[in-house]
């Protein structure tokens, strides 16, 4: 239930996603993987949350440039700022919070979840983690193979009985410890923001590395290294992905009138055809003329 939501793919190749939802009175439980690395950011409904976690140990990816794994739990009640890197599987619950107080108005469990719910955080308890998934994983998947009104019945039960007391205490602080990110990690990755603000701004002309140096007030060593930590990729690598997701993105959408392959990629600050159309198949597998002819 997000107002806004944008993926980049990071990695070459076709990208491949999948989901399975399960549609629970105020709750949304999801399954979601991917073949590829990709980045995700959204912004969230008032009143909506989301809690979610890692479902495979191979799983690698960053909640808000902090690296997590198995045992973290995230939470958020405004925006979500996600990357990964190769295949990944998610597991999520996203919460209504009026529609959970009005369908279990007398359990304090319920209330304790609603009060919680504000700034993105992390936490961190490996036997917790554990147990959370291993409900999220069935109500994900095994409740789908009984009927449809014998499998929302057990399910409500579970999240009655175990799933919401479990949410409560990852957003109430019990029995977990709070992975809070660190000062370092903090200011690389308030420096990215500021060079992501300033690329979206700019991307009309060309962007150098000293001039993200400035904007962000990082050394060029420090500023590289920010963007390594926070997101796995060189400042100039990172920012070449965006504005080829923003390419195929434009050349996606319907259009009303006839639009030119050139045109989008030099309003999004690719100067030289060929070594645009040579990156932009690398990075998708096709041609962008190619994705222009099937939206």
């Keep these: 239930m997000p107002e806004s939501v944008t993926w980049t793919q990071m990695e070459p190749g076709s990208f491949e996603a999948d989901r399975r939802i399960v549609r629970l009175d105020a709750m949304r439980i999801g399954w979601y993987g991917s073949n590829l690395g990709f980045k995700l950011e959204a912004s969230l409904r008032p009143g909506t949350s989301v809690i979610g976690m890692l479902a495979s140990h191979s799983t690698c990816a960053r909640w808000f440039g902090a690296s997590v794994d198995e045992g973290h739990v995230a939470a958020t009640g405004g925006a979500i700022r996600l990357s990964t890197a190769g295949p990944s599987e998610f597991l999520s619950v996203t919460i209504d919070a009026r529609g959970l107080a009005r369908d279990f108005p007398n359990s304090p469990d319920a209330r304790t979840l609603i009060e919680n719910v504000g700034d993105a955080c992390l936490e961190r308890n490996d036997l917790f983690a554990k147990r959370l998934r291993d409900y999220l994983r069935w109500l994900s998947r095994d409740s789908t193979r009984s009927s449809g009104f014998l499998r929302l019945v057990r399910a409500r039960e579970t999240a009655e009985r175990a799933l919401i007391p ?104 690719f100067w030289h055809m060929g070594h645009f159309t040579a990156d932009y198949r690398e990075m998708f597998g096709e041609s962008p003329s190619e994705t222009l002819r099937t939206s």
């Excluded at 690329?199 to 904007?215: G, I, N, P, Q, Y």
Aim: aromatic share 6%.
């Design 166 to 269: 479990l949410l409560a205490d990852a957003l109430g602080g019990h029995n977990v410890t709070t992975a809070t990110r660190t000062p370092s990690l903090s200011r690389r990755v308030a420096a990215v923001r500021v060079c992501e603000t300033y690329m979206r701004e700019h991307l009309d002309k060309t962007v150098t590395l000293l001039d993200l140096s400035e904007t962000s007030g990082l050394r060029l060593r420090s500023l590289i290294n920010a963007f390594q930590a926070v997101t796995g990729f060189s400042p100039m690598a990172y920012f070449k992905r965006e504005r080829l997701n923003g390419v195929r993105q434009t050349l996606q959408r319907p259009h009303q009138a006839r639009i030119r392959v050139i045109d989008v990629a030099t309003a999004w600050g």
